[in-house]
């Protein structure tokens, strides 16, 4: 899970405004806005009457200009309903009866003692950690996130046949590794009627691969979660997941290989005049 967020539309439930830093919201007794909101796709708990499982359609950060203003202390003001939501929402939709709500995902600032550790103590940690194993450890994970995926969208592949799905076809795009290996990508891909998702590609620098154990499932009216695997002619494999938008084929999408490396990717249809 990503994290357990109070249920409701934004400002609905409460008045409590929100804060550019954690010094301010804890000297006013307000919230902030994390910057690590999770993604689309993600698994959430929604605290409400209960806690609910959902599944995150959109992610929306908080909006600067309308949250912070011009105040000199850089405080968020309570916005008017009449003026829209600051953002800091997610859009989900609840795995237990499929409806969509839209949540507020701020948050109660970190305590003096614990931002101090997240911030000096924590990171040298991690840097030891990721020096030795974090490769390994974001293919493992990634590679658990992908087989539950492939789980969920078996379960709900009733769904597939009503769906609107992305143009099959050649995909041009780049990705941006953590390596500094960034390279060019030209792949094919299929998005079947059934669900699956199968294709071949060729990076710039890695070489030819073939798309295996693909799958896509609805994520809204407007989207498709896709994950598949990439097993390179070199012997080594790609996880991959993202999303793709149905009308126009824009695919956003990270990864994680069995190289220890990860990354993330845009890929658009081959542009007609090619």
Known sequence: ?????????????????????????????????PADLPKAGALVDVKDVGTRTAKVVESRP???SALYGQSAGGAAQPLP????SPGCELVVQYRDDGTTDTIS???????????????????????????????????SSTKREYEQLLEEHKAQREQVSAAGRPPSGRYWGASGEDDKGDQAIRVTLQFRGDGRLDGH????????????????MPLSETHVQVAWREEYDEGFTSICIGTVEIATGQLDARFASSRDVSGTFKLSPKPKVF
């Open 62 to 64: 908080a909006v600067q």
């Open 81 to 84: 309903s009449a003026l829209g």
């Open 201 to 216: 590609g060729n990076d710039a620098a890695d070489g030819p691969y073939m798309v295996t154990g693909g799958s896509w």
């Open 105 to 139: 995902a701020a948050r109660a600032p970190p305590s003096e003692l614990d931002e101090f550790v997240d911030t000096w103590c924590l990171p040298a940690y991690l840097l030891a950690n990721l020096l030795a194993f974090g490769g390994e450890r974001r293919f």
């Open 1 to 33: 899970m990503s994290g357990s967020y109070s249920g409701g539309a934004y400002g609905t439930e409460t008045n409590v405004m929100i804060f550019p830093t954690s010094k301010e919201a804890r000297l006013s007794g307000g919230l902030i806005c």
